[in-house]
């Protein structure tokens, strides 16, 4: 009887706790191990390594409200403050969150905890994030009025969504905060659904006195636009899906496809949503190179982006 030919790829390797001494080991050594998810976080930051260090690479970031709420924040400053993406694309709350965040605390609970009884205290739950009323809408209605006014001073009546997340984020002193560094480096947010959030509701009501503010959404493709076109590669990092991915990926079919691409996502794919699409049916769309190193990361993001992102770190620090 014959034995079974080797496969020809690398064995299999345990894990060495005793030799784990940083974050960069633990993720080198669970692409050494395998193990489904685990061999996927090594990869992504591999794929992340080489986006950041291409020059020639125009590399988006794009990611969910959601997560702003959580430590993760702080990744992402770091990512923006570093300079390691170029261009952001989210969501309105995103910007509710950053801001907020700046004046007031969110606080720990647990998604098991009782929504009517917080209702009626005046606390809003994300997930198990506590967010008490005067941490969000109240503080983000005052604060938002004194920044416009201060806006409104330099005589501009008509903004695209990039312009007037800069404007806001110049105005700001907090170093905590993603639009503080973004305005700060030059880098570029878009809000493709600039209105569903309070950051929105709140030009709506600066709107409401001062009928000659505009948006101009068009002025932000526009922009994107160029952008694309004058890009020798692009690469991005999609944490979660819908508006802010679809858009990064819009945008890049009209020139072939993305050159990198690394995908979070918690959402299944057998129910046809963009959220839970993979990365390889980009590929069909002519939104993703067929050549490009592309991964799909199954899982929450707040456990992966960190553990991703410090290996990138760590990596580079160690290159020096």
């Not at 995103?94 to 606080?107: E, G, N, P």
């Not at 609970?109 to 198990?128: C, P, Q, T, V, W």
């Not at 858009?247 to 890049?252: A, D, E």
């Not at 993979?278 to 939104?287: D, F, H």
């Amino acid at each position: 009887m014959s034995r079974a030919e080797k496969p020809g790829t690398p064995p299999v390797e345990d894990l060495d706790l005793d030799s784990i001494q940083s974050v960069s080991d633990l993720v080198f050594q669970m692409g050494k191990g395998g193990g489904f998810t685990a061999k996927k976080v090594q990869e992504a930051a591999v794929i992340m390594r080489e986006m950041i260090e291409n020059d020639s690479c125009y590399t988006f970031l794009s990611f969910p409200a959601c997560i702003i709420s959580t430590g993760c924040r702080g990744v992402i400053k770091e990512m923006v403050k570093r300079k390691w993406v170029d261009g952001i694309i989210t969501t309105c709350g995103t910007l509710d969150h950053d801001l907020a965040r700046i004046w007031k605390d969110y606080h720990h609970g647990s998604f098991d905890m009782n929504d009517a009884e917080l209702y009626h205290k005046g606390i809003h739950r994300l997930g198990n994030v506590l967010i008490p009323l005067d941490s969000y809408g109240i503080i983000l209605e005052r604060k938002m009025r004194e920044l416009m006014e201060d806006i409104w001073k330099d005589g501009k009546r008509e903004f695209s969504t990039r312009e007037i997340v800069r404007e806001i984020g110049l105005r700001l002193e907090d170093e905590s905060s993603i639009t503080y560094w973004a305005a700060k480096n030059d880098i570029p947010i878009f809000l493709p659904g600039p209105l569903d959030g309070s950051f929105g509701s709140q030009l709506w009501m600066w709107r409401q006195t001062h009928s000659d503010f505009r948006l101009d959404l068009l002025k932000d493709e526009q922009e994107l636009s160029d952008i694309i076109f004058d890009a020798k590669e692009t690469g991005a990092l999609m944490i979660g899906g819908g508006i802010s991915k679809h858009h990064v990926i819009w945008w890049n079919q009209f020139r072939d496809g993305l050159d990198y691409a690394v995908y979070i996502t918690t959402a299944v794919e057998w129910d046809g949503s963009l959220s839970g699409a993979r990365m390889k049916e980009a590929i069909s769309w002519g939104k993703l190179k067929e050549t490009a190193p592309h991964l799909t990361v199954e899982g929450d993001a707040t456990v992966l982006l960190p553990l991703i992102m410090a290996s990138v770190n760590q990596n580079m620090e160690g290159s020096k």
